[in-house]
């Protein structure tokens, strides 16, 4: 018998922006119930995995490269198999706060089933009629199955599916432009598997050319392959129980054997089987994401949408902070409108990518002649220090010194880029962040170095120095 349930918030998707507002909300008193169909915690309890592999590869690496440290290199047996278990085990440090325990304890109903809409007012779930006040659609993105002949027989692995492994992939083939793709690829290729990447398209397509060229030399360098501009055209199970792929890169034919396929394409909506239509929810014609106002509210104007579902940029914190205005919305009857945002993002691999604001070609497109900044991480005293000399910074800056973008590849960009986009948000400049005090020796002193060399650019100008000349005369 199917029971009902009328809260005053029904929330579809446990991810990074479901489980925000439904922990606020239950915060604030209000009735939650919480429908996911799969592990709570969505992509964010995926990327843990991801991070603790990266994290064992990476130890590896160092390992094999202790000879930089005047220590003798050890002898390196990987057994894969307990790597795997550590991964796990260190992942699911991160499982409390994604469980439906820590929830019911906080007063969130979980039902662990696929939702879908019946009409504009109820959503099934399992044996459960939802019919709330207000819905969240919180259902992420995912990567879909390229449409390959002979890929069902292959059977290739999800993100997911490749964390179950106990035997090394003897040499794994991972087809698609997740930016994700490129870390996994470089941890794996660091336990002993051979890895290639298969590209649809080119590398890294929405980062800046010269920062990725810095991550991708590092790939290369450390054996995976990288097959850009290929389709792969037909999939073959081959007699050693691996498969055969036939590519079409740049119009010649190219075959690649594999032992294991795993599927990273660019992530999509996921709005599968959630029958929007019969909710009376409307999707984009060209991106399928679903279509929300500036408030977050979908054409049933009893349903909310945020993160990847929206259309929003893949973002973890971008999910959340969408979820805090809607939270507004429902509880308060607030009018809370996205403001322009800076969202940042990274590559996690090493070395990391990260980027906020405008790259190099967005900025020309905009603005007549931005100027463009280097810092290498080559000077700086720390990151010399622990054998991080490459890579570099590179701020992009716009009239009246605004800060218009910021990349870096290098060592803990993901740490480094927090104060530029806090700088972005804020709409401080770059003589702002000239003054700030950087802690030393940090490599955080980078930024601030290229923000003072800007200046001292500036100090060389004729005019300047004329006029320093002149005052000079004055005594
Ligand atoms: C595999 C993966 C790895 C990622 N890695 C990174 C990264 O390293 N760095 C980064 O910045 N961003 C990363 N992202 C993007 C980032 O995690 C997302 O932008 C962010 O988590 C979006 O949050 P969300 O709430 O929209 O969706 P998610 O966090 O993906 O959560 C969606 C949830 O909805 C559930 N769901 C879907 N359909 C239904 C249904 N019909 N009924 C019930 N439940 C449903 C899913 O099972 C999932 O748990 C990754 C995304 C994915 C998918």
Redesign the pocket.
């Known amino acids: 018998m199917t029971a009902v349930l009328n809260p005053d918030i029904c929330v579809?998707?446990?991810?990074?922006?479901?489980?925000a507002l439904a922990e606020a909300a239950a915060g604030f008193g209000a009735s939650v119930v919480l429908?996911?169909?799969?592990?709570?915690?969505?992509?964010?309890?995926?990327?843990a995995l991801?991070?603790a592999l990266i994290a064992s590869a990476r130890q590896a690496e160092s390992m094999r490269r202790a000879d930089r440290f005047g220590l003798a290199a050890p002898a390196q047996e990987i057994d894969f198999a307990a790597v795997m278990a550590s991964v796990r085990a260190r992942a699911a440090r991160t499982a409390p706060a994604y469980s439906a325990e820590r929830l019911g304890a906080l007063g969130i109903r979980v039902i662990p089933?696929?939702?879908?809409f019946k009409n504009r007012s109820t959503l099934t779930?399992g044996t459960v009629d939802v019919r709330a006040r207000r819905f969240l659609l919180?259902?992420?993105?995912?990567?879909p199955l390229p449409d390959v002949p002979g890929l069902e027989e292959i059977a290739p692995l999800s993100?997911?599916g490749l964390f179950d492994l106990t035997a090394r992939p003897d040499h794994l083939v991972i087809l698609g432009g997740?930016p994700?793709a490129f870390g996994l690829a470089q941890a794996l290729r660091r336990l002993g598997s051979a890895v290639t990447l298969v590209l649809d398209g080119p590398c890294l397509p929405d980062e800046d050319p010269e920062l990725a060229a810095v991550l991708l030399r590092r790939l290369r360098s450390d054996g995976v392959r990288i097959v850009e501009q290929a389709r792969v055209t037909r999939l073959e199970r081959s007699a050693e129980g691996g498969f055969t792929a036939a590519c079409d890169v740049r119009g010649s034919e190219d075959r690649l054997e594999g032992s294991h396929l795993l599927v990273m394409t660019a992530?999509v909506p996921?709005t599968?089987?959630?029958d929007l239509r019969k909710g009376g929810i409307a999707t984009l014609r060209n991106s399928g994401a679903v279509r929300v106002s500036a408030m977050l509210r979908t054409s049933n104007p009893r349903v909310y949408a945020?993160?990847?579902?929206a259309g929003?940029?893949?973002?973890?914190?971008?999910?959340e902070h969408q979820a805090a205005l809607v939270l507004r919305g429902m509880l308060f009857r607030l009018p809370a409108k996205q403001r322009e945002l800076f969202v940042p993002?990274?590559v996690?691999a090493d070395p990391e990518l990260a980027q906020v604001g405008l790259t190099e070609a967005e900025a020309r497109k905009q603005t007549r002649s931005p100027r463009i900044l280097r810092q290498p991480y080559a000077d700086n005293d720390r990151a010399q220090a622990e054998g991080h000399g490459e890579g570099h910074v590179k701020l992009v800056i716009g009239r009246d010194d605004r800060i218009l973008g910021v990349g870096i590849a290098g060592a803990n960009a993901g740490e480094l880029i927090a104060p530029w986009t806090l700088a972005l948000s804020k709409g401080l400049t770059l003589r702002d962040m000239a003054a700030q005090l950087a802690p030393a020796p940090t490599m955080g002193e980078i930024g601030k170095r290229a923000a003072i060399a800007y200046f001292a650019s500036m100090a060389a100008a004729t005019v300047l120095r004329r006029l320093a000349g002149l005052l000079r005369l004055f005594g």
Do not use: F, N
Request: hydrophobic share 40%.
């Open positions: 579809i998707g446990g991810g990074a922006g479901g489980l429908v996911e169909k799969g592990r709570i915690g969505g992509s964010r309890a995926r990327a991801r991070m089933a696929a939702g879908r779930a919180a259902t992420g993105s995912l990567s993100e997911a997740d994700q992530r996921d599968d089987g959630l945020v993160g990847d579902v929003a940029q893949a973002a973890p914190g971008l999910a993002r990274l996690l």
